[in-house]
């Protein structure tokens, strides 16, 4: 009887061989991510186009034989990796907040945000889009197979010998690919302080007083990347001591402070802003930071704590400081409850600094400052400057940023408009009344002395 043909199973390298397009780069890094056990044979050579440098060159970080934290100075030096290193490098150089990598139909673009305003840097590459962003969900310890759904991750490399920096980063999937945002996590300045946050003497001493007190809530408003979150970070700084328990709970926590006692939100576990809240009150703390103030019941915890002996600090998005009141109100808040608690609100924005080496003097009609804001008294002949660019800025015309801020106690006389569930213009009728002013007069005090331009702080603010 004859037998029948031996069925013979195919190699490794054959099952692998068929799913591997020839001539696509970075490939081979989703096979190099899964585990694979040890085979009990040699495995025989992989196909010539595939060769052993090029799984070397994108393996993964955590191999022993590299170091635990990469580094732009890495022994493989593929132009994707190259374009990274020196994209980052760029970004620390101008100080950027933000590296946007955006696909498109037929390429790609990289752009920075520096002092709050993207620009684009030099084109890259057509073909290395699709390396570029597997390297960086590689580093960032991102699923490089999965572009469906957006994903975070986190970084941490070497720009430069000896110093590290982080990166938050967020992945979207779009029509024509993964677009990136890197954010860079900087350490707090080593000046920071409420001189650098752009306070006058006044809002400063004002301020003092506030977060001294041993109990009551403070508040700081304005919109996304207002700078609310460095605020509440240099009062914390200003009151970390070691006669005190400071707790923080955010979304996330992104910069670890020494002293302070830090809780990141994990909602799909549970944890929210009030079971943090809650959990705090357990902990015997002096001062309690909440990132911010969303629900009905992350402001009742805080009000009541705020009440019994704790001092406590958060954030909301409202316009200006009288509206903070209005919306903790709507939120659900008890008006009686809320006079008792509420200490100060702060409202604040942030306008670019001219560069001092190209900033000019630009003539400007007594009508268009009038509009602006500026009282008789201050057209003497005064005219404010503008931005020109040179080598020191970039061509941009801007360095750095600053705080205008409207600083505005809680007395006597708005505790009982708050009790009698009065409106926002009452509210700001009050505070003018007692000499609170305006983010634009804080604005227009920063064009008057030469710290920003009338565009910036017109941009910036409104007239209330």
């Not at 030096?77 to 101008?94: C, F, H, K, Q, Y």
């Not at 979304?251 to 670890?256: G, H, M, Y």
């Amino acid at each position: 009887m004859s037998s029948s043909p031996r069925f013979t199973p195919a190699s490794t390298a054959d099952r692998l061989a068929p799913t591997v397009k020839t001539g696509v780069p970075y490939r081979a890094m989703a096979l190099e991510v899964e585990p694979a056990a040890a085979p009990a044979t040699p495995a025989p050579a992989p196909p010539a186009q595939h060769s052993a440098r090029a799984f070397d060159s994108t393996s993964r970080d955590d191999t022993p034989r590299r170091e635990p934290t990469p580094g732009v100075a890495e022994a493989d030096n593929t132009p994707a990796v190259r374009l990274l290193s020196d994209t980052l490098r760029e970004a620390t150089r101008r100080n950027a907040s933000d590296l946007h990598v955006e696909p498109t139909e037929h390429g790609w673009r990289m752009r920075l945000r520096i002092d709050g305003v993207l620009h684009a840097i030099a084109q890259p590459p057509a073909h290395l889009r699709d390396a570029f962003i597997t390297r960086v969900k590689v580093l960032a310890r991102m699923d490089i197979a999965e572009r469906r759904v957006p994903q975070d991750g986190r970084l941490r490399i070497a720009t430069t010998p000896g110093k590290f920096e982080d990166y938050r980063v967020n992945s979207l999937p779009t029509l024509f690919g993964e677009k990136l945002v890197l954010r860079r996590l900087d350490a707090l300045p080593a000046a920071l302080s409420l001189d650098s946050l752009g306070l006058d003497p006044a809002q400063r001493a004002t301020l003092e007083a506030a977060i001294s007190a041993p109990h009551g809530l403070v508040l700081v408003t304005g919109p996304t990347g207002s700078g609310k979150t460095l605020s509440l970070y240099c009062f914390l700084q200003k009151l970390n001591a070691e006669s005190r328990n400071l707790c923080s709970v955010e979304d996330p926590a992104e910069i670890q402070l020494a002293g302070i006692n830090q809780v990141s939100v994990r909602e799909k576990a549970g944890l929210t802003f009030a079971v943090a809240l809650r959990a705090f009150l357990r902990q015997d703390p002096d001062v309690i930071m909440v990132g911010e103030i969303r629900d009905e019941e992350t402001a009742d915890v805080a009000v009541k704590a705020a009440q019994t002996g704790h001092l406590v600090l958060s954030t909301l998005h409202t316009n200006d400081a009288p509206a903070a009141i209005a919306r903790l109100i709507d939120i659900g808040v008890e008006p009686y409850h809320l006079a008792a608690a509420l200490r100060m609100v702060t409202a604040q924005r942030l306008v670019r600094r001219l560069c001092v080496v190209c900033r000019t003097a630009a003539p400007q009609s007594a009508a268009a400052l009038r509009a602006a804001g500026f009282s008789e008294d201050q057209l003497d002949g005064w005219h404010p400057y503008v931005a020109a660019g040179c080598d020191a800025c970039h061509r941009i015309g801007y360095r750095g940023r600053v705080g205008i801020h409207q600083v505005m106690p809680v007395s006597d006389a708005m505790r009982e408009l708050i009790v009698a569930n009065a409106g926002t213009l009452s509210l700001a009728r009050q505070a003018q009344a007692e000499r609170v002013g305006t983010l634009r007069e804080a604005a227009l005090a920063r064009v008057r002395d030469g710290t920003t331009s009338l565009a910036e702080a017109l941009g910036a603010t409104e007239v209330v």
